[in-house]
């Protein structure tokens, strides 16, 4: 085990080989990162963006097609992202979360426009 994937928020981290992917090191730490096709590049669910300063293989064509310019940005598919180092990944929030936060952001909004 010569690498170590950090998820955020809950800071939780787990150690191994280089070349693993975010997605399996995900499950090696008992993390879930929602995704349909297996691994195969195909669903798009499992997008992560990959903090600056994280050591990750290069990218490879299929992914980078797949994301069309994303990377630019630090997202990337979990699914085949692979690690070489230290690597700290921010999860995207649960779609109910989400939507949660949303309505909250939205009902604060309306309450401050009215004071």
Not at 29 to 51: L, P, Q, S, Y
């Amino acid at each position: 085990m010569d690498a170590e994937v950090v998820f955020w928020p809950s800071g939780k981290s787990v150690r191994v080989r280089r070349g693993t992917s975010v997605l399996d090191a995900s499950k090696r730490a008992g993390i879930a990162i929602a995704t349909r096709c297996g691994g195969k590049a195909a669903c798009f669910m499992c997008k992560v963006t990959v903090r600056p300063g994280s050591e990750l293989q290069p990218i490879g064509d299929v992914e980078r097609r797949k994301l069309a310019g994303l990377d630019e940005k630090g997202i990337r598919l979990s699914c085949q992202t692979r690690v070489s180092g230290r690597v700290e990944v921010d999860l995207p929030l649960d779609p109910l979360k989400a939507a949660v936060a949303r309505q909250l952001a939205r009902q604060k909004e309306l309450e401050d426009e009215l004071w």
